[in-house]
Nanobody, 119 residues
Framework: QVQLVESGGGLVQPGGSLRLSCQAS????????MGWYRQAPGEQRELVAT???????NYADHVNGRFTISRVNAESTVYLQMNSLKPEDTAVYYC?????????????WGQGTQATVSS
């Protein structure tokens, strides 16, 4: 069974940093694009950043210049380095991966990790 497991969330003061990790496990033939999304209370889930298997990154305007996405293909892991955090970055952060496994090509989600920015 394919799983994405996130870690690294927590409580941080404004201006601080957090580093999120997400590792895929299970029988996966190919991992295509991986990414991070977030959902604040009462809001819809929104894109934060994505990265292709070749390393091309894409960022939402509201995090560009503050967040950095990276991945280690050999470890099936994607990271999100979040710097200069603001209270409005508070949300549950979800990892997403487009994969190919025995069920075909599909998207999978992690369970989410909470990041809270507050003084």
């Amino acid at each position: 069974q394919v799983q994405l497991v996130e870690s690294g969330g927590g409580l941080v003061q404004p201006g601080g940093s957090l580093r999120l990790s997400c590792q895929a496990s299970g029988i996966i033939f190919v991992i295509y694009t991986m990414g991070w999304y977030r959902q604040a209370p009462g809001e819809q889930r929104e894109l934060v950043a994505t990265i292709t298997s070749g390393g091309t990154a894409n960022y939402a305007d509201h995090v560009n210049g503050r967040f950095t996405i990276s991945r280690v293909n050999a470890e099936s892991t994607v990271y999100l380095q979040m710097n200069s955090l603001k209270p409005e970055d508070t949300a549950v952060y979800y990892c997403n991966a487009e994969i190919r496994d025995r069920l075909g090509r599909r998207g999978v989600w992690g369970q989410g990790t909470q990041a809270t920015v507050s003084s």
